[in-house]
């Protein structure tokens, strides 16, 4: 059983940076992928980023230059260091890994940004 648990969610100014991480309780190293999703009120989730075992990257339109996903396979944690933030990134951010066909989930973290 794989878990995931984010944290680094908070409330900032527009233009402000946050840096969300993802600590997993296997090797990352043994995924085929991890991603970030974020859902925000009245929207369905969505796809922010991911990356491939491979390093292979995606980002959405929206978060293009602004976001990066990276991993750390010591530490066993997924990032996305989050800059220029705008309100309509306002959402519950939520980190996803698939392993072995399996797609797994944390509880999510919330990132406000608001003047």
């Known amino acids: 059983q794989v878990q995931l648990v984010e944290s680094g969610g908070g409330l900032l100014q527009p233009g402000g940076s946050l840096r969300l991480s993802c600590a997993a309780s296997?090797?990352?190293?043994?995924?085929?992928?991890m991603a970030w999703y974020r859902q925000a009120p009245g929207k369905e989730r969505e796809l922010v980023a991911d990356?491939?075992?491979?390093?292979?990257?995606y980002y959405a339109d929206s978060v293009k230059g602004r976001f990066t996903i990276s991993t750390d396979n010591a530490e066993n944690t997924v990032s996305l260091q989050m800059n220029s933030l705008k309100p309509e990134d306002t959402a519950v951010y939520y980190c996803?890994?698939?392993?072995?066909?399996?797609?797994?989930w944390g509880k999510g973290t919330l990132v406000t940004v608001s003047s």
């Open positions: 996803n890994a698939i392993m072995r066909g399996m797609n797994y």
């Open positions: 296997v090797r990352i190293v043994s995924m085929n992928s």
């Open positions: 990356i491939t075992r491979g390093g292979r990257t």
